[in-house]
């Protein structure tokens, strides 16, 4: 499977949290040809499952199909589209951009004249769909409508990449390239892949999936942040450093068998790996270490700059090392 048509696909279809139909939509369709068998459970995570000969240990391997954007919640006489944020959104980042609903209906997402950069919050903010009035624009917008900055990506040199989302769809892309250099494999426990919903909202979906899955083993893939642009924060992760084995973020500390695990397959099969430690955020991985009895926990992280902006930049090399490095993981499992 190529990475970067993957995530071309997948980034050119709008669905933040909550309203991830369409992007599931899309997973479900990729996916079909290495799953024993797919579900769709009733908070909307994507649960596609390789069968083992039920003699092994489960293991859960995760990625979020949301994103973060943007709700209309009211339309001013005027026409332009006031909205609330869904996820964590940085106005700074966020300004200035072209951004597209649910609909197809294009507009460009801008601050209240005069407001100062420092000054940036929700409330300052508008869309403007080039409607003439209120009543213009209620023939294309409404109450409830969801806004995203566009989608797309970029390649820029050598197997760097830049748009969004990244975060998380290449996770998504990592999962399903595991998922296709699996399907030949036989496993002595269950393999499920699931495509989570809200986890830009709090990790939610991951939960009740973990919950009803009750896996042995979990790995997410998620986007971490990394230390290697200028003024950055020091940290040890950097584009084209490898597939970043995750030791703990704000939400979580990986389970320590996990980790060591695969560090030493990364250095026993020659696997590009760096060590993460992030100090800020979290992922899916907390929640799948702590529903129900509990799970050995760990992440295999894609470094990535300038998240939650419309220039996420990440090093496809690095994906494809979490590709390599998950699938290696699962081989020893059984």
Known sequence: MNIYTTLQKLCACPSISGREDNIRGLLSELMLPYADEMRVDALGNLIAKKNGKGEGESIMLCAHMDEIGFLVNFIEDSGMIRVATIGGISFSASAFTSVISEKGVRGALVPEDKTK??????????????????????????????????????KLMG????????????????????????KDTETDGDVYYVFSVQEEVGCRGSMTA?????????????????????????????????????????????????????????????????????????????S???SGAGSLAGALSIPTRYIHSGVETCDLADAEACVALAVEFVKELN
């Open 288 to 290: 799948m270490q702590l």
């Open 117 to 154: 950069p420092a000054d940036y919050k929700a409330d300052k903010f508008y869309i403007d769909v080039g409607a003439k009035n209120k009543k213009d624009a209620e023939r294309r917008v409404s109450i409830g409508d969801f806004f995203v900055a566009e989608g797309g990506v970029t």
């Open 210 to 286: 973990a919950f009803g899955i009750s896996p042995d083993y979990s790995l997410c893939f998620d986007v971490t942040g990394t230390g290697d642009t200028l003024g950055a924060t020091s940290m040890a992760c950097k584009l084209g450093g490898g597939a970043a084995v995750k030791i703990k973020d704000s939400s979580v500390i990986c389970s320590e068998e996990v980790v060591n695990t695969l560090c030493r397959i990364a250095e026993e099969k020659k696997i590009p790996y760096q060590r993460e430690i992030l100090t800020y955020g979290g992922t899916d991985t907390s």
């Open 159 to 182: 197997k760097r990449v830049m748009g969004r989302p990244l975060d998380d769809r290449i996770g998504c892309a990592v999962l399903l390239d595991i998922a296709e250099k699996l």
